[in-house]
Nanobody, 125 residues
Framework: VQLQASGGGLVQAGGSLRLSCAASGRSFSQSVMGWFRQAPGKEREFVAAINWSGDSTDYADSVKGRFTISRDNAKNTLYLQMNSLNPEDTAVYYC???????????????????WGQGTEVTVSS
């Protein structure tokens, strides 16, 4: 079972990036999935989560209105559209999935069983 995050890079403040997370080894179409990030010297933090059908989402206050989480279950892929990026968004971004089918949205790291390797996002001022 593998989650492969991609799409990170260097972008100027005010710019946009779209992260992708491709899942393989099992279907996550019925699992809650999320994005977390870890800035240098800081703890990993919640960014966004989405339920299995995509009709329920949750966001950290710091990204609300700028980031959009979505999923394509047919492609077993999770996305994070990031707009109006600022230097405080600089971090390694991780995708994650809860182990059980269904379930409620969660902002808690320990609720997620499967993790991707991370993709680095750097926002220059």
């Amino acid at each position: 079972v593998q989650l492969q995050a991609s799409g990170g890079g260097l972008v100027q403040a005010g710019g946009s990036l779209r992260l992708s997370c491709a899942a393989s080894g099992r279907s996550f179409s019925q699992s809650v999935m999320g994005w977390f990030r870890q800035a240098p010297g800081k703890e990993r933090e919640f960014v966004a989560a989405i339920n299995w059908s995509g009709d329920s989402t949750d966001y950290a206050d710091s990204v609300k209105g700028r980031f959009t989480i979505s999923r394509d279950n047919a492609k077993n892929t999770l996305y994070l559209q990031m707009n109006s990026l600022n230097p405080e968004d600089t971090a390694v971004y991780y995708c994650a999935a809860r182990r059980r089918y269904g379930g409620v949205l969660s902002i808690t790291i320990s609720d997620y069983f499967y993790w991707g390797q991370g993709t680095e996002v750097t926002v220059s001022s």
